[in-house]
């Protein structure tokens, strides 16, 4: 059984329930947050909960928990269910609005599922990928507004294609639930500065990738994107995933750069040293 | 007591329930829409449901019921909560979905809640807006997104004002709940054509307005709107109400004005013929 936490007590998933008032059902009006677990440890928890409360402030959210309330019922609820390697997403909604429109007194969720990260394979052949002109409402709020990304899934289907990644103007942004980066044709890495959303895998990327590499966070073209020697998605689920082609257009020899396989490296080594596990990725190349 | 109809039951409304893993919690995913009972008649009831099958159709939503079954379901609902003048909403989500992100068999609600709509007071006075840069994404689906119209609230409040008219680039669109029309000095009326949600009660009002004025549906820049010799907004459950005032600058003289005076009274007497009650807003001027 997979328990839910919901507001003030653990379900099943059958009675992990909300009204139908709710704001979030009402108007698609709430947050949430999503994490990693590795060997049942929370990673990067005190980021991602940051970024949840901000999220929650901006949107005028109450979350009817601490930080420090929610630490414990995350550690609960890994407790019960048992799952080491997960993701945990949090939720907070708009709440019961008596008016279907103006927030009130937020409702809570807490959810664990398993996770398996994107093995050696999936590494090497990486994702292709179009671009689609769109910026994302609010960017630097983490709300559970999917509409276009959920919408454009079925032009990706029809596409045989694996994401999508947002431009406008000439800038590009974000996927729709992960961030980008290249290694521009002199070995720079680079990633957007604007209109995203800011990523913990893209912060602890940029917190290290300058020990060996020269970095740029700054506004990037669709154009240089496809110039790229090497591009590649970050997010909790991915970690670092190449992008191997771009609207039909291969990058660098198609296939996962070595630059790539270095940050990689790093991100394991240095983040995930606890974890056993989290080496098989690269051992199995 | 009020009763909500929940996929295939009636039920209290703290007992009207749908699981936390429903995409419309998730990640925002659901459509919905919203017509008036006048003296416990559904007004408009085809083209509602049209409309909200259209944007289901749109979003790859599955409403899990026929729109004769709930024709049905309305029916009764009507019945058991006997309440005369009324909003109905229909929601579909994206339904309980395995991956919290690909669309499944669609959960349905009805719900339904007394509503009074804006008096004589009310229309004489009309409402005082901001303009704000912003398109809703796919504006012709009425989705559950409402992340920015709701943002703006906050602004709205602090700033004293009713309501926000969106625009981008030089054209206008629409309010976050609420379709826009004005009349220019030369006596037209006119609406935007594109970026909108095509508003049943705007539908209406173009249909018998080519009576007794000129028509235009075409772009309508920012400009031009605040130089219009009368402006209006119409939805639902607001039916015809004078926008008074936009970014500070006084509309006509500031008060409603007799064209749009006399399109609420078509309105009334072609639409809701069938209601006495309806006149009131015209009597008590």
Redesign the interface.
């Known amino acids: 059984m997979r328990w839910?936490f919901?507001n003030n007590n653990f379900a099943e998933?059958?009675k992990?329930?909300?009204?139908?008032?709710?704001?979030?059902?009402?108007?698609?009006?709430?947050v949430?947050d999503y994490f990693r677990t590795v060997n049942n440890q929370p990673l990067f928890l005190n980021d991602y909960l940051d970024r949840f409360f901000n999220s929650a402030k901006?949107?005028?959210i109450t979350i009817p928990h601490t930080a420090q309330e929610i630490k414990e019922i995350i550690h609960q609820l890994i407790k019960k269910n048992d799952t080491p390697q997960s993701g945990i997403?949090m939720?907070a909604?708009?709440g019961y609005s008596p008016d279907?429109?103006?927030?009130v007194q937020g409702n809570f969720?807490l959810?664990q599922q398993p996770l398996l990260l994107p093995d050696a394979e999936k590494f090497e052949k990486g994702i292709r990928i179009m671009s689609y002109s769109?910026q994302r409402?609010?960017p630097a709020v983490k709300?559970?507004?999917?509409?276009?990304?959920?919408?454009l899934?079925?032009q990706l289907k029809e596409k045989g294609l694996d994401d999508v990644i947002y431009f406008q103007g000439s800038c590009i942004s974000e996927f729709p639930r992960a961030n980008i980066f290249m290694i521009t044709p002199d070995g720079t890495l680079a990633t957007p500065a604007r209109n995203i959303l800011a990523g913990i895998t893209r912060k602890k990327i940029l917190e290290f990738a300058g020990e060996t590499l020269p970095v740029q966070v700054r506004d990037i073209s669709l154009t240089e994107l496809k110039q790229a020697a090497e591009v590649f998605t970050t997010s909790t689920t991915r970690r670092i995933l190449p992008v191997t082609e771009i609207d039909g257009i291969p990058i660098g020899n198609g296939k996962a750069g070595p630059l790539t396989r270095q940050l990689l490296e790093q991100f394991i080594r240095q983040q995930e040293s606890f974890n056993e596990s989290a080496y098989t990725v690269l051992e199995n190349r």
């Open positions: 839910i919901v998933e059958a992990a329930l909300l009204q139908t008032n709710d704001l979030a059902i009402q108007r698609g009006y709430a949430f901006e949107l005028s997403r939720i909604t708009g279907s429109y103006t927030p969720i959810e769109y409402d609010l709300s559970i507004n999917y509409l276009m990304g959920i919408w899934q079925k």
